[in-house]
């Protein structure tokens, strides 16, 4: 199995950034379609970030385009999230999740990734 371990969330306050980042294993990392999702207290997790095996294709949930970054190094088997401008209501719990098949394609679906990270609390204050 892939194994994911975030890190890098904490508290800041609204206006601030953030670097999230989360190391994994696994041979054949490149093959991964990677994301970012996140869950607040009594919320659906949700999708914040995807990121293609190549790293060259990135989608965004609305709410965070222009202020997030998801960017991979293969070389080193980490995702990184930077967060600028960080609002209350970014405030949750940060996974990054992988999914194997196909490296080319994002995805916004929970269901599609496999492999899941304990979780890193961002919390934003106002």
């Known amino acids: 199995q892939v194994q994911l371990v975030e890190s890098g969330g904490g508290l800041v306050q609204a206006g601030d950034s953030l670097r999230l980042s989360c190391a994994a294993s696994?041979?054949?990392?490149?093959?991964?379609?990677l994301g970012w999702f996140r869950q607040a207290p009594g919320q659906e997790r949700g999708f914040v970030a995807g990121?293609?095996?190549?790293?060259?294709?990135?989608d965004y949930v609305d709410s965070v385009k222009g202020r997030f970054t998801i960017s991979r190094d293969n070389a080193k088997n980490m995702v990184y999230l930077h967060m600028n401008s960080l609002k209350p209501e970014d405030t949750a719990v940060y996974y990054c999740?992988?999914?194997?098949?196909?490296?080319?394609?994002?995805?916004?679906?929970?269901?599609?990734?496999?492999?899941w990270g304990q979780g890193t609390q961002v919390t934003v204050s106002s």
């Open positions: 696994g041979r054949t990392f490149s093959n991964y379609v």
């Open positions: 990121v293609s095996g190549g790293g060259g294709n990135t």
């Open positions: 999740a992988a999914r194997g098949g196909s490296p080319y394609y994002t995805s916004r679906d929970p269901h599609a990734y496999t492999y």
